[in-house]
């Protein structure tokens, strides 16, 4: 592995890396309360610097149909944007735009990954692309746009 997540844990001090069962030595992040209790979603950094998402689905991710709620597919889509973006942002994002499509149903049990790629990085807007498997078995395709946010100093008056 390179030294890229040591030095990403140290910046974001919000950053769980489990220390045992299926996911140990994935991270996750602790300050999304929503992610958090709908996940517990995870990633990696391989050693060629892509980075791999994953969870297992439980029952709490279900819908009355036994497969996995679209929803959750698209929260933890949503979360692995910007696992995927982590080195290009060096700060706080915010999702502009997110589109979906449904390909195929997972279950409990399941193992779901997410790849992705960024498709155009400029000034404050990432566009990236993604897709959601099983397996080989793709789930759920996305691409999406997080734009760069900076970070409001806390003694700044509002000039208005």
Not at 71 to 78: E, K, L, N, R
Not at 80 to 106: H, K, N
Request: one cysteine or more.
């Amino acid at each position: 592995m390179t030294d890229a997540p040591s030095t990403m844990a140290t910046r974001r001090p919000d950053i769980f890396i489990a220390t045992e069962g299926e996911f140990a030595g994935w991270r996750t992040w602790t300050r999304d309360t929503f992610e958090s209790s709908n996940g517990p979603f995870w990633h990696k950094i391989e050693d060629d610097g892509r980075v791999r998402c994953a969870f297992r689905v439980e029952q709490k991710h279900l819908n009355g149909m036994r497969a996995v709620h679209g929803g959750c597919y698209m929260t933890f889509a949503d979360y692995s944007l910007f696992a995927i973006a982590s080195r290009e942002l060096q700060g706080p994002a915010v999702t502009v735009s997110f589109s979906g499509e449904f390909l195929d149903a997972a279950h409990q049990g399941d193992l779901i990954e997410a790849k992705g790629e960024i498709t155009r990085a400029g000034g404050s807007l990432i566009f990236l692309r993604g897709m959601l498997y099983c397996g080989e078995r793709p789930l759920f395709s996305f691409s999406a746009t997080i734009k760069r946010v900076k970070r409001k100093s806390p003694d700044a008056t509002d000039a208005h």
